[in-house]
């Protein structure tokens, strides 16, 4: 479908619960992104990874842990969420982070927290 | 205020018609303007992609952007069942590591 994959689509957990999600670019790029897409509400960004190093935690908070182990994969580790954490999560890549570098997203996970 | 602004519709038009969607912003420093397409359990896909003001035109998809105005435009022409989506405005100063801000997203339904 697209250059990105994210994995799981589809996850339903409870607010004691940990799990992680994972994102996958097969575009060589070198900046990576979470998103957090609620109902009517525009995306918010969550991280920025370039080049394995986070260089942008927007006012996150640590019940949402990122990991990027290399360039090409990033994880969001979830732990002890609230069910207004319920939404869909996008992960997307870039070239580089020089202005105008166009955005890749890939489908999203959907997360329900009950 | 929203530092983006978009209506969030539904719009409805019927098959053959013409979709002007827009966006309105307050950050004189945005420079980069994006119009992402998003489907029902999609991510968003970039349609249109413009560098300061003018237009652009790319098959039944032309995108405006007014900096003196702070408003850009998506206008589709003669459009299909198949356009029927959530479109997503997006824009960026340039300067803050590739930074989007996006609208809210209009959703818009083309009966056949």
């Known amino acids: 479908e697209t250059g990105v994959t994210q994995t799981p689509r589809h996850l339903v957990m409870g607010m004691t619960n940990k799990k992680s999600l994972k994102c996958e670019q097969h575009l060589g790029h070198n900046a990576m992104y979470w998103y957090k897409q609620s109902a009517k509400k525009p995306l918010e960004l969550m991280f920025v990874y370039s080049l394995e190093e986070r260089v942008e935690n927007n006012s996150v908070p640590s019940r949402f842990s990122p990991e990027c182990p290399n360039s090409s994969h990033l994880f969001l580790h979830l732990h002890t969420l609230q069910p207004e954490d319920s939404a869909l999560y996008l992960c997307a890549s870039s070239r580089g982070r020089t202005g105008g570098e166009t955005q890749y997203f890939g489908p999203g996970t959907r997360l329900l927290v009950l | 205020q929203k530092e983006v602004e978009q209506d969030p519709g539904p719009l409805s038009v019927p098959e053959g018609a013409i979709v002007s969607l827009n966006c309105t912003y307050s950050?004189?420093?945005?420079?980069?303007f994006m119009w992402y397409r998003q489907y029902s359990r999609k991510g968003p896909e970039l349609l249109m992609y413009t560098y300061s003001s003018g237009n652009k035109e790319d098959g039944r998809f032309t995108a405006q952007v007014d900096k003196s105005s702070k408003y850009i435009s998506l206008f589709i022409r003669d459009s299909q069942p198949s356009d029927s989506a959530t479109y997503l405005c997006a824009m960026s100063a340039g300067n803050a590591g590739n930074m989007l801000t996006f609208g809210g997203g209009t959703r818009l339904m083309v009966k056949p």
């Open positions: 950050n004189s420093a945005f420079q980069y």
